[in-house]
């Protein structure tokens, strides 16, 4: 049995509460025609993290990546609707079926479109489930079902920006992959997927969902503060007023990001698995299993460290061109001291020697349909550098991690992307190559603003790891009336940073579009730099001349590092079609009052 | 005697050339007067530097500092001079003087400024030396001299940019301070010194040159297509139409930036002093010398760095506003192997311990008129680093270094601006303090645009160590006419770099300003992120309308760094008064043709 799976056996698993994991898979839906596919699929997940091996069969780990890249390409929309669909459910058996009006009556039709795949369509044929599991290859037409809906999306495929992945859905429900990103539970979609709608699942082939529960029913309460960009998988902001308030966010306001549902985790019970998967580390023990208890008896570390979303002020680059993911403001960063263990402690412990070559892949225990984890990497040498502070944290704040934040450990890797600091870490990885996730391969890249998602190949372009130079104005606020002081200043308080430990050495405001720049104070650790992980806090006091009350003005923030980069003056030049990476000067129009 | 009295002991002084420097100091000037200050001088810089005190007494290092920064900055013009002085001190003996118009007149009149303060006035009186050095404090009027010309500076003063630090002239002779600065000989200063005339020296106190020798007399020879930005000191790029044609930058093409005359030294008798200056460094020897065979004799370590000047592409800047410091064009940087010892091996050797508050001081052996080295700090943490590759260089592209490289010595910090890569290398100190340096204290910052030289605070800025990313278009050149070829492109060449050892992971290129960006192909070496130390150079062919042939197209080069980090756009925003990293886009227009 593999080490993952010993790790794993100790979490519920988030799509069967109080069931373990890894032995239900998909039986948790009872989506039958579902649990067929996924089963298989299991099987070979649990080949690829079998941990025997060091070095994983090439074909499985495509396999693997193809799979994994395919559902979640796949995956967009559903599980909140279960709720709904139970009931339609019993609708169905009570044969008091909705009329379905075609769908080009229906856009215009309110909230009806999220209806449709759980509706029956009595214009349409009835199917049963070996006749569409026939239909998967291109050959044979492509049929999938959703709800209780059958659609041929045989002319879909070459449209597909995953273009063949969308295959591995072929013959089955779709279902289980859309239950999670619920961000693109869109009118469109669901528009454009009943266009393709051609019958409805046999009754006797219809779902069961009585038992089925929902992975978000452990999600933890949240502060209303925070201001959610999409609601499941929870992802949410603070205003950015109060950001600049303090210069250790409070925990409860801290953006929270996650990919997949919250799992839930007995501490008690709480294993995390070390494998150092090839003999280039030259490690002396390959296979370690730390308790919670484990990782506290190791030397305590505290390392102040800001955490940015890379997609942080996404919503300021969509305003030129519109990108894909959540649309995130300003407030998609937070600054804490974290405590927790040395990564490197850990590694060096097992005796691994620097490598160039190397990773460490991090994996958390929030599971996607497949079973497969939040996963991403970051090098061996970040990992293992004294001056790199990456810890197994299980402290921020001085307080224990709550449960968005990765209760009881997370990965903290100062100075890089928020996605690379797991969250709810159950496995860490010595490998040859980086995470082969999703989040690691095909998301969390910058291209050139041409690059669209025609021309789109990830795997030319770096993960992100360290962060640009960046700043933002928390007050005041785009529209705000200022107050101008008596001896004619507005004040300005925002914050800036930079990724890799780079300190922010300046930071200049104008209010008449560059004319004059003003430079602002600082509040920081006095951190060395390369090593300065924490976030700047600043003031500036920019004189107005008080003939311009009642006027716009338009107040601009420019930040510099250590190494003297300085953020781009706006996102037309930096504009990608992820949205990340989104550092041009940060403008913000009030009135002067 | 101190260690680097030692040292030095083996190095011809640049201004007594065949003299042993420690013991004469100015003797070799034979300017009676000069020599008396700064023999005087010369014995605080020797105790300074005595190497017994590990704490050098905080008095002695103020007092040094301002000595070295007042020598500075009052040190500009001159001894490139001294072969028209020594024309014309025998035109004065010969009693044929030259009559001088009033400075009014004399604006206009050609290149007769560079011999006012060699010629003697007849409307003026003339002062005896003692009566000269009374003048020596704001109370008694300051009074300086320079060649034969007697100066009341007392209400300059005040306006002097470095205020007070200018006293340590008063009642004395300038010449040895300016004798090194050369590219600021310029008719506004010193029209605007002979304003301030008031006499003549008596001639029984003339400075009497014959056996005086220069600096300059053992200036190495250069190619000829290096093209001078400054003759002496020497500083020279090559065309950097030729940047692009080699990833290693052939030596003799490598830009020169001297800050000083360059040493002639003598392999077999040369000597590197290093020494702990702190007990926080925890060493178990504070001394050692090394030879050179010492350190050919440790291991060869060899990395590929890019070397840039903090002032490259510094005419740009020019071009929104004027700045201080010599015009470079795009030229001041060059890629090379090196190859040498490492100097965390050197002081790993003598048990120095990692500590964030440390610097490693490096000294050259290229002199000032005080006897003050060339001097620049790294952090500690960088020398260090194993990832840091900071080498005490012998081979540059696998030959010996040569004489403007540092022969035999210069340490290569990678990923570091040029000015602390120190050649000539003669001691390193690990210390609590920066180096006290002009150059690492008073030059080579960064300040915001709105900085000017009334306001300026050297304090206020942290020292540049690594650079910011930049690009710059080798080929074409602006104004070139450009062959479109058949298939309607037009090929573009150049390099980018960034420091910190921070890959470059793409160039952009745009002809139409931003509408259509088009990503290089790199040629790079396969170095891991963060040790990324070579540069990058680039092929980019860019599509452009038949129909534009005969017109203008402007094409713009910006590059992106592995922490996403991005060129500035413009200059405007990133203007500072040293006009220092200038990294915004590189524009070129070009005509089609």
Redesign the interface.
């Known amino acids: 049995m593999s080490l993952l799976i010993k790790a794993a056996n100790n979490l519920r698993h988030p799509f069967a509460p109080g069931v373990k994991c890894m032995s239900v898979t998909f039986q948790g839906f009872h989506l039958k025609h579902a649990a067929q596919i996924n089963s298989c699929q299991h099987q070979q997940y649990k080949r690829q993290f079998s941990g025997k091996t060091a070095k994983p069969p090439k074909s499985n780990t495509t396999m693997y990546t193809l799979f994994t890249v395919g559902c979640i390409t796949m995956g967009y929309f559903v599980f909140d609707n279960m709720e709904k669909l139970k009931r339609q459910e019993k609708s169905i058996k009570n044969t008091e079926v909705i009329k379905t009006p075609k769908v080009e009556d229906k856009v215009t039709s309110g909230d009806d479109y999220k209806q449709w795949h759980s509706t029956q369509r009595q214009d349409l044929p009835t199917f049963k489930l070996d006749e569409i599991q026939k239909h998967n290859s291109l050959e044979n037409g492509v049929w999938v079902t959703y709800g209780i809906g059958v659609y041929d999306i045989t002319d879909f495929i070459p449209k597909h920006p995953g273009s063949d992945k969308i295959m591995l859905g072929a013959g089955s429900a779709i279902d289980p992959f859309w239950a999670i990103y619920q961000q693109h539970n869109t009118q469109e979609i669901l528009t454009m997927l009943e266009k393709y709608r051609i019958g409805n699942i046999s009754p006797e082939d219809e779902v069961a969902t009585d038992d089925m529960g929902s992975p978000w029913a452990h999600e933890p309460k949240r502060h209303p503060l925070l201001r959610p960009t999409s609601e499941r998988p929870f992802n949410a902001e603070p205003p950015i007023t109060i950001l600049a308030d303090n210069f250790y966010t409070p925990n409860e306001f801290f953006y929270v990001r996650n990919h997949l549902p919250v799992p839930v985790i007995d501490e008690k019970t709480y294993e995390l698995e070390v494998e150092i998967e090839t003999k280039k580390a030259a490690a002396k023990s390959t296979q370690k299993v730390l308790t919670l208890a484990d990782i506290k008896a190791l030397p305590k570390h505290t390392v102040t460290a800001a955490v940015m979303c890379g997609g942080n002020r996404r919503s300021e680059m969509t305003s030129v061109k519109s990108v894909k993911g959540l649309s995130w403001g300003a407030g998609a960063v937070g600054n804490a001291k974290w405590s927790g263990a040395r990564l490197r402690d850990v590694l060096l412990a097992m005796g691994v020697q620097?490598n160039?070559?190397l990773h460490v892949i991090l994996e958390g225990a929030d599971l996607d349909p497949t079973s497969s984890p939040y996963g991403a990497s970051i090098?061996l040498?970040?990992a293992l550098?004294?001056?790199g502070d990456v810890i197994l944290a299980y402290e921020m704040n001085d307080k224990p991690l709550n449960r968005d934040h990765g209760f009881p450990i997370r990965v903290v890797v100062p100075g890089t992307v928020g996605a690379r600091n797991v969250k709810w870490l159950t496995r860490i990885a010595v490998a040859e190559h980086e995470s082969n996730s999703h989040w690691q391969q095909n998301d969390y890249k910058?291209f050139?603003?041409?690059?669209d998602w025609d021309t789109v190949d990830f795997t030319k372009?770096?993960a992100?790891?360290?962060?640009?130079?960046t700043s933002a104005i928390c007050t005041p606020s785009a529209g705000d009336k200022v107050k101008v002081t008596k001896d004619g200043f507005v004040e300005v308080r925002g914050y800036a940073w930079?990724?890799?430990g780079?300190?922010i050495?300046?930071v200049?405001i104008t209010a008449d579009k560059?004319k004059?720049?003003?430079?602002a104070t600082l509040e920081q650790e006095n951190e060395?730099?390369?090593?300065h992980y924490g976030w700047s806090l600043w003031t500036a006091r920019i004189p107005v001349d008080a003939k311009h009350k009642g006027e716009e003005v338009e107040i601009w923030s420019?930040a510099?590092d250590?190494?003297?980069?300085?953020?781009?003056?706006?996102f037309?030049?930096?504009w990608n079609l992820r949205g990340v990476?989104s550092n041009a000067y940060h403008r913000v129009k009030i009135l002067l009052n």
């Open positions: 620097a160039e070559d090098p040498s970040k550098d004294e001056r910058g050139s603003p041409s690059t372009s770096p992100i790891q360290a962060m640009p130079v930079s990724g890799g780079r300190r050495v300046r200049d560059g004059s720049w003003h430079v060395p730099d390369g090593r420019k510099v250590s190494a003297y980069n300085v953020q781009p003056e706006s037309e030049n930096i990476l």
